[in-house]
């Protein structure tokens, strides 16, 4: 029981991360269909920021922070200089380039930095721990749960409350009409660019906290799982999103601790294909963004 | 006229072939490394081919190509290596493999066979997908792949090198393997069945009221594509003699990719461009990378640097040229252009077969209006009490209709009455809730929509839907080629139809180049190519002017004279309708509200309520159902 325990927090925990993740890929799938294959490269990008601040010697509290802005910013000028340009393209000539940032992106970290990996300490107390029963909970746990609620939360708030994130939520549903209302499109993307920034900046840090080290290609795992997630959830519903995230950490969590050790190896094959088979078995109900495609 | 394309596909292939030899094997003579260098070359060009067979064709990007380079490149290593390898490598092989020894030739006959299979297993499942969908499927191929080949440690050694692989291929191998890709790719591009699955590139839905097989032809697509990508890994690995997973991985994936999208991805032609083209970008940052060249598993700066240049590429060509450098053109596309309308020429010149056009559409225009003295077909379809419903939302409700062979039939109702509801349900596009629909007896109920096409119900749509990307005369060939296989009695040839309807000019532009006007009539022709018993027109003469809808009108009696098929035709231009229309429905709020021809229509005072309701009464006019007393009604004539 208290190990079934253990495994659900560890689920929610890893969900969290997966959440936050698929939730900037949704927003700005929903609002100009890019399926953004560069999206987990915005966690490389952070790490090495936080690299950066940690190498001249700042404190993690400090260079956390920083990371974070810096993972913002390298969203927005992936949609200036990359997405932009290919915003009217089809699906397949957006989702390519976003191959080609996601590519450009680990080489230039791989070239310009290094290939190994590099070290990002998080301080002691994210790994310090309570014993609640034979439950352990790590302040990692609680920093990521709370993280992603409150991150939610606000998100759901701005959606909402605020004009620019009623205008998202409408561009969502019809971008043209939108624009007729006077709403400017580029406002409208970059603040969905910006957030998807915000949000994997956010994961970034809490995924660095566990691991304390980047490497060139730590992105793209994770960002392919922030793309199951919206897969399993339905890509451009951002509910959805958040569902899925925590399914595919539940699906994780659930393959690593209870699959046979001879197995274990297979999980991230186990977890592509159950992605495989959710696809087959809904191929359209679980990507459609809009009913009217048909006729 | 096919036999000739495909002829000159042949050619094309074998010319460029000729082209790709003549320069690996110049660049191989200078030396040892620039041979090694020309034959992966090669390989990948082979690869590339491969990939683009399936996703040039079927316009879904697969990223899979380098997991069944993989399964080859395994299969036929463990099937061929010597046993005494095989002995420390991988003792406890399942099935005893760990003592089989074959012939490279034989081992890798069986791998490519294998990995065909395994492809066409996956494919019953993936070809069901269709755009992103279909590639994030692939994408998890891609990774349960590796894993596999990375856990499944006593049948592949796990992640290390797997070695001892007999080393037979060599450049000519490479080569040989690069001609059959070729001609392979490009009969395929050339053939009805490539065509088809060109045609679900373009558009699904339209292909499907085509008659094309969706699934089927992307189906096909799939599982020759995958054969030839398992004959490159295979190559590959009896070309490197050790192989690993992370050989078939990412940066295979990305390389490979950067190479078709470059080149573009709807043309062979563009693939070997852009396997050069990358090949010796990536020698130059190799050459500027300045570090030592070392082939073993760390040379990480290096990779970097190309990777990031290949990247580069791929945004730049998705900026600037996202059909890449070829778009679709191939080789002979010049030549065969040139040839195919000269031939045109001399058949519209003088074939029996245009004269004998030429005279009927001239009798046809002349008695336009006299129904058809030999209207053969006795196609009937009825409709009867077919009902759809979204979500609690009726959009049609119990309607009843009946079209015979050889009348022009109208739909008409006010907006949201479910018109196209109607005509969806017909064509197979939706399935009705409740209903029985037959064509001549033939229950057409739950049948999908190519079924229905292919028993002789052909559509327009409201928004046109051509296949862009396809020329006339091959969104012509599309459905002509379905109803020659399916009803060969009343088929015609693509030509035919161009003939008929004036096209030759417009024959070898992109459909999707034409004017407006242009682009409806010919989805009206490639209805026709179809050799339908009963035609659906959804709002034919939307966006024409007064004149080209009274074009439009002797037009459709001419098709109707012609063809001998029942038309029915939905549009909002109620003068259009009413002089066109032998017999008119109108449906509101999803049923049939009344019926009859043009005049009894016109004077049923349910319709005037329907489309003016009790407020528009006073100010009648605008799209008032009263064309007035004198409109033409062919009925009454």
């Known amino acids: ?295 | 006229m096919y036999r000739r394309e495909m002829g000159l596909a042949f050619g094309g292939a074998v010319a460029l072939f000729a082209i790709v030899a003549a320069i690996s094997l110049s660049y191989a003579a200078l030396g040892g490394s620039e041979e090694n260098t020309a034959t992966v070359l090669l390989m990948n060009m082979v690869l590339v081919i491969g990939l683009q067979i399936f996703s040039g064709n079927t316009g879904v990007l697969s990223l899979a190509h380098v997991s069944f380079a993989g399964i080859g490149a395994y299969v036929s290593a463990i099937l061929s290596t010597p046993a005494l390898v095989k002995g420390t490598t991988i003792p406890d092989a399942p099935w005893g493999l760990a003592g089989v020894e074959l012939s490279a030739p034989l081992a890798m006959l069986i791998a490519v066979a294998v990995t065909t299979l395994l492809a066409a297993l996956i494919g019953l499942a993936l070809a069901r997908l269709s755009g992103i969908s279909a590639t994030i499927v692939t994408l998890a191929l891609v990774i349960v792949v590796f894993a596999v080949l990375t856990n499944w440690k006593s049948l592949t050694g796990g992640a290390e090198a797997f070695y001892g692989i007999p080393t037979t291929t060599n450049i000519w191998w490479a080569l040989a393997a690069v001609f059959v890709a070729l001609v392979v790719a490009r009969l395929y591009k050339a053939s009805r069945l490539g065509l088809r699955a060109q045609a679900t590139r373009e558009d699904e839905v339209a292909a499907s009221s085509s008659g094309v097989q969706v699934v089927r032809s992307r189906y096909w697509s799939w599982v020759l594509s995958s054969a030839v990508c398992g004959l490159s890994g295979v190559l590959l690995g009896h070309y490197l003699g050790a192989i690993s997973p992370t050989g078939f991985y990412f940066t295979l994936l990305f390389l490979t990719l950067a190479m078709l999208v470059l080149g573009g991805e709807y043309s062979v032609t563009g693939a070997v461009v852009g396997v050069f083209l990358i090949t010796v970008v990536s020698e130059a940052t190799r050459w500027l990378g300045d570090g030592p060249v070392v082939f073993g598993v760390d040379v990480p700066p290096l990779a970097g640097l190309s990777q990031l240049v290949q990247g580069a590429i791929i945004i730049a060509v998705m900026i600037w040229r996202p059909s890449g450098l070829l778009g679709d053109r191939e080789i002979d596309g010049l030549l065969s252009t040139r040839l195919l309308a000269r031939a045109d020429l001399r058949e519209a010149g003088g074939g029996p077969v245009a004269a004998e056009q030429r005279a009927d559409v001239a009798g046809a225009s002349g008695a336009a209006d006299a129904l058809p003295a030999a209207a053969a077909p006795t196609a009937t379809l009825v409709v009867e009490g077919a009902s759809k419903h979204f979500e609690g939302l009726t959009a049609l409700d119990g309607a009843s209709l009946e079209v015979r062979a050889g009348e022009v039939v109208g739909l008409i109702g006010p907006n949201g009455a479910g018109k196209t509801t109607l005509l969806n349900v017909v064509s197979g596009m939706y399935e009705a809730s409740a209903g029985t629909m037959t064509l001549d007896g033939v229950s057409l109920d739950g049948l999908p929509a190519h079924r229905i096409a292919r028993l002789g119900i052909a559509r327009t749509f409201q928004t046109t839907r051509l296949f862009r990307e396809l020329t006339v005369r091959q969104n012509l060939e599309v459905a002509a080629s379905v109803a020659r296989h399916q009803r060969p009695e009343a088929a015609r040839s693509a030509g035919q139809i161009l003939d008929q309807f004036e096209f030759r000019e417009i024959a070898e532009l992109k459909a999707g180049t034409l004017p407006y006007g242009r682009q409806r009539e010919v989805e009206i022709a490639r209805a026709v190519a179809l050799a339908p018993s009963i035609l659906l027109l959804d709002e034919p003469a939307a966006g024409l002017n007064d004149a080209e809808s009274m074009e439009l009108v002797t037009a459709i009696r001419r098709i109707r004279d012609r063809e001998g098929c029942g038309i029915l035709l939905i549009d909002h231009d109620l003068h259009f309708v009413m002089a066109l229309c032998e017999r008119i429905y109108v449906l509101d709020a999803g049923r049939i509200i009344s019926a009859g021809t043009p005049g009894e229509v016109q004077r049923d005072p349910v319709v005037v309520e329907a489309y003016l309701g009790s407020r528009g009464v006073q100010q009648s006019g605008g799209e008032g159902p009263a064309p007035g007393p004198s409109a033409p009604s062919p009925a009454e004539v």
């Open chain 1, 1 to 295: 029981m208290i190990d079934f325990l253990q495994q659900v927090l560890n689920g929610i925990s890893l969900g969290s991360t997966y959440a936050l993740l698929a939730l900037g890929l949704a927003i700005v799938f929903s609002i100009i269909g890019l399926v953004n294959f560069a999206h987990g490269e915005l966690i490389t990008a952070c790490g090495y920021v936080m690299f950066l601040g940690y190498s001249v010697g700042l404190p993690w509290v400090v260079y956390a922070p920083i990371g974070i802005v810096g993972t913002v910013v390298t969203a927005l000028l992936m949609e200036r200089l990359a997405f932009r340009p290919v915003r009217n393209a089809s699906p397949l000539t957006m989702m390519l380039t976003s191959l080609g940032v996601s590519i450009m992106i680990a080489a230039a970290f791989e070239t310009f930095v290094s290939p190994r990996v590099k070290a990002v300490p998080a301080p002691d107390w994210i790994s310090s721990a309570v014993h609640i029963g034979g439950l352990r909970i790590q302040a990692e746990h609680i920093l990521t749960i709370g993280v992603t609620a409150v991150a939610v939360l606000l998100l759901m708030l701005l959606l909402k409350k605020t004009v620019i994130g009623v205008a998202m939520r409408a561009a969502a549903e019809d971008f043209n009409a939108v624009r007729l209302m006077g709403i400017k499109a580029n406002a409208v993307i970059v603040t969905a660019f910006a957030i998807s920034g915000l949000l994997a900046g956010l994961a970034a840090v809490l995924i660095l906290a566990r691991r304390s080290a980047v490497n060139p290609h730590m992105g793209i795992f994770l960002g392919i799982n922030a793309f199951v997630a919206n897969v399993i959830g339905g890509l451009g519903n951002l509910w959805g999103a958040l569902a899925g995230g925590f399914v595919l950490g539940f699906v994780e969590v659930a393959l690593r601790a209870w699959l046979p050790v001879d197995l274990s190896g297979f999980t991230t094959g186990f977890v592509f294909l159950f992605v495989a088979i959710v696809l087959v078995i809904r191929p359209s109900g679980l990507f459609v963004k809009k009913a009217q495609e048909r006729v």
